[in-house]
């Protein structure tokens, strides 16, 4: 089976909010949203490829960008990544200012939902929702964080 690394950055708030990235061409499998981030390049750490892949989308890394999980998932849509096991590098990073004032250099747009809105919506991959579900359930149920001083 094909596998592709990648490494990506959910941005959060202590309202369960993410900010998305609005996909419009840069989309791969048809889906509408997508989380910020991409390829992992041959020699490059998850850690040089998010900060990487940050400004090419969005111009800036953020101060603060913390590596949260490893996650693995099959893309079940058609298209070019259809059957190929996804490696992602997740890092976490507060909302902030800066963030939401960032001009997009990659897809139409920057979008701000809660995490159950993104779980209902159908602008996710299938692998996508249930990554955020994990999300939600991992970091927003189980470990109750205090990310109100961010």
């Known amino acids: 089976m ?16 993410i900010v998305f990235q609005e996909r419009g061409s840069a ?29 090419e989308e969005l111009g800036f890394v953020p101060e603060k960008l913390d590596f ?20 992602h590098a997740v890092f ?4 902030t200012t800066k963030l939401e004032k960032a001009h997009v250099y990659e897809g139409t747009g920057i979008v701000k939902m809660t995490i159950d809105e993104a779980i209902k919506s159908k602008g996710f991959s299938i692998g996508g929702t249930e990554f955020l579900k ?6 927003y149920d189980e470990q109750k964080l205090d990310i109100s001083n961010f």
């Open 27 to 55: 989309s791969k499998i048809g889906e509408k949203y997508g989380l910020w981030g991409g390829q992992i390049e041959t020699g490059e750490t998850s850690d040089q490829a998010i900060r990487r892949e940050l400004m």
């Open 92 to 95: 976490i990073s507060p909302i």
């Open 134 to 139: 994990k999300f939600k359930k991992e970091f």
């Open 2 to 17: 094909p596998e592709r690394n990648v490494a990506i950055v959910i941005f959060y708030d202590d309202k369960e909010n």
């Open 68 to 87: 949260w999980c490893n996650y693995s998932s099959i893309t079940l849509e058609k298209g070019k990544y259809n059957g190929w096991k996804i490696n």
